[in-house]
């Protein structure tokens, strides 16, 4: 599926061991990444998945769900980075319900996202059972823009502050400045675009720091700036400030424009 045979083992694995009578599976599908397909990078990028279940599932059935994912976190290093929402069919359209989640080795309830949900019906791909088609409500354009308002004004907006010692970190940094990339295409144009992609838009569209775009660049595919004293302290300050006086005007435009 994904032309790394890593990857592939585990999500061979993880789809024939959750099919009946373990868990009361209707549909197993992928989206992000690894379905959209050229932008996935093994052991950096996530694995989203979404189960349909014909039912919630019971506590039994919750704690095998929990067992399956500790032993494939222990047995294959990739699965920590796979992502499984546990919807029930009853439950499909409804975008702001909260299902059963596993992610960051952790199991917790959160919604399946308007941008989800529209990249299921994207480029989404069946691993086991029926179509997204059909099954899952589509989002209407009027949703994904009220949503992905809603995430700049409580999430984006924070990052941006200057205050913000998040930036600090590369991947909390990586998120905001591609984001917000992705966020301003989604919003003019109604496209879904990769990580990849927003690298280019916030060089050609958005007029983002060279150094920090160059920065991700290089961490995230190994191209672009030489990378010698780019990973100290007094570096990782000044990128974090070019980085917020950036987010902070075009979050701001983006609110004023689309809220």
């Known amino acids: 599926m994904t032309g790394d045979p890593g990857?592939?083992?585990?999500?061979?694995?993880?789809?024939?061991a959750l099919g009946p009578p373990f868990v009361p599976l209707v549909a197993l599908w992928v989206h992000g990444s690894i379905a959209e397909g050229t932008d996935y990078r093994p052991g950096r990028s996530d694995l989203d998945l979404v189960a349909v279940l014909d039912r919630p599932c019971t506590p039994e059935e919750e704690r095998r769900l929990i067992g399956l994912h500790d032993r494939l976190v222990r047995e294959l290093p990739l699965a920590r980075g796979l992502h499984c929402s546990y919807?029930?069919?009853?439950?499909?359209?409804?975008?702001?319900?909260?299902h059963p989640v596993w992610a960051h080795r952790e199991y917790y309830a959160r919604p399946v996202s308007p941008v989800a949900r529209r990249e299921l019906h994207a480029f989404g791909r069946v691993l086991r059972g029926r179509p997204v088609e059909g099954l899952l409500p589509p989002v209407s354009d009027r949703q994904l823009t009220a949503f992905i308002v809603g995430e700049l004004r409580e999430s984006l907006s924070g990052l941006a502050a200057s205050r913000s010692e998040l930036l600090l970190q590369d991947g909390w940094l990586d998120y905001a400045v591609l984001t917000v990339a992705r966020m301003h295409i989604t919003l003019r144009d109604g496209r879904l675009i990769s990580k990849r992609e927003a690298l280019d838009v916030l060089r050609t569209e958005l007029d983002a720091p060279e150094e920090v775009v160059a920065d991700i660049r290089r961490r995230r595919y190994g191209d672009g700036m030489d990378g010698a004293g780019q990973e100290d302290e007094a570096w990782r300050r000044r990128r974090a400030g070019l980085a917020a006086r950036f987010l902070g005007p075009v979050v701001g435009r983006l609110i004023s424009s689309y809220g």
């Open 87 to 98: 919807l029930s069919a009853a439950g499909l359209d409804d975008p702001d319900r909260e």
């Open 7 to 16: 990857t592939d083992d585990l999500l061979a694995r993880f789809t024939e």
